[in-house]
């Protein structure tokens, strides 16, 4: 026995389902079939609806997600970038370059001196060199526990270059427990001025400047005396 | 791996890696807490940490890296701190070559290792081409 199906303009309606499935799948998540005949193909229209909105529901929320995860990864690289210039700057402040007097800079070293560090202290001390004129530098190493033999290869390598631009370098603060370290791992440091503190390598490069000063007014009066004549 | 032939009964203090200039750093603290630990005065302190970080830095620059053993024992009637490093790296070709003063393969002084030997009071070192190199050094208390 076959019952007769309820079906009103059959075509038109499978043509509307069609167009809605095509529209969907083509991104608009609004629209729906929202036929207004009640018959035996009104279950299948509402079910898909129903179906169309269950995924729209689920598309929005993992755009969320993906939006909250966007925001999270930009936060963690904002996050990222922070402590790399941190790190930058603590390089930069851990080798403050000062100028204490006419003619003087003073360069504090503190801490471990790996390769970085040691590559931006030189860079810093080159460049002030170069902007001030100073003829003088101290390096104080003061506050670096382990001098071994890569520390004192960049302080030799750095004094060259600090005299390449006519600056002396004096290194001052070396302890005697590194002095004889030095000794025995056979380093000659002597082309090096060294002082014990940093107040006897300031009292040195005083009279240093100060000495330098005196050739410089002499020199002019001799020039002076040339004119006149 | 290299071995050295152990006759004492040590203490393992502590087994670290090197792979970075920071690890080079933080261990050689560790090893002058262990020295100064044991009653060694400030310049032994500072010969054993320089004398490490020699070594570290040689694993670092020319093996990638490696493996310290810190230990502490009796050693021929001494208190002895004693440091190995090992790595699997490329080896050393000639290790009379590599002692000797102001020898270097690369941009250093080449004062690292007979530097070493005379900061210790102990220094054996052991290399295999293509295989690695193991370094002992020991200091007295
Ligand atoms: N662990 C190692 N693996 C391979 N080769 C090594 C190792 N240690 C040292 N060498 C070799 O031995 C040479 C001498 O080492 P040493 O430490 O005495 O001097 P350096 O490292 O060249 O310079 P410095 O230590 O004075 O900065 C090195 O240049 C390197 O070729
Ligand atoms: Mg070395």
Not at chain 1, 2 to 24: F, G, H, W
Not at chain 1, 108 to 135: A, F, H, W, Y
Request: hydrophobic share 40%.
């Amino acid at each position: 026995m076959s019952e007769l199906l309820n079906v009103q303009n059959a075509k038109e309606r499978i043509d509307r389902i069609e167009d809605i499935l095509a529209s969907v799948a083509a991104g608009d998540l609004d629209a729906r079939i929202q036929s207004d005949i009640e018959d035996d193909f009104s279950g299948i229209e509402a079910a898909i609806d129903l179906l169309i909105n269950d995924l729209t529901e689920e598309l929005r929320q993992r755009e969320k997600m993906q939006k909250d995860l966007e925001n999270k990864l930009s936060k963690i690289q904002d996050q990222q970038k922070t402590i790399l210039q941190q790190q930058e700057d603590l390089l930069e402040l851990s080798s403050p370059v000062s100028k204490v007097w006419d003619n003087i800079l003073i360069l504090p070293v503190i801490g471990t001196l790996d390769s970085q560090r040691t590559q931006v202290m030189m860079e810093n001390l080159l460049q002030k060199i170069v902007e001030t004129g100073c003829t003088i530098s101290i390096l104080d190493i003061t506050g670096v526990p382990t001098v071994d033999t890569q520390v004192a290869n960049h302080l030799l390598k750095t004094v060259t270059a600090a005299r390449l631009l006519g600056a002396e370098c004096i290194i001052s603060g070396i302890s005697p427990a590194i002095a004889q370290t030095i000794v025995h791992l056979g380093i000659d440091l002597s082309v090096i001025r060294t002082k014990a503190t940093l107040q006897d390598a300031m009292i040195f490069a005083m009279k240093q400047s100060k000495r330098a000063d005196e050739m410089r007014t002499l020199s002019n009066i001799a020039l002076t005396n040339e004119n006149v004549d | 791996m290299l071995e050295f032939p152990y006759n004492t009964d040590c203490d393992l203090l502590g087994k670290f890696k090197i792979d970075t200039e920071y690890d080079i750093v933080t261990v050689r603290q560790v090893i002058r807490q262990y020295a100064k630990d044991m009653g060694m005065g400030i310049v032994d302190q500072t010969r054993i940490t320089t004398a490490v970080s020699e070594l570290f830095r040689n694993m670092y620059n020319y093996a990638g890296g490696g493996e310290v053993l810190i230990e502490r024992g009796e050693v021929e009637s001494h208190n002895a701190l004693i440091v190995t490093c090992m790595d699997q790296g490329p080896g050393i070709e000639n290790l009379e070559l590599a002692m000797s003063d102001g020898f270097t393969s690369g941009q250093g002084m080449g004062y690292g290792l007979p530097g070493t030997k005379r900061l210790v009071d102990r220094f054996e070192i052991q290399s295999v081409l293509n295989e690695g190199t193991t370094v002992r050094i020991m200091k007295w208390k």
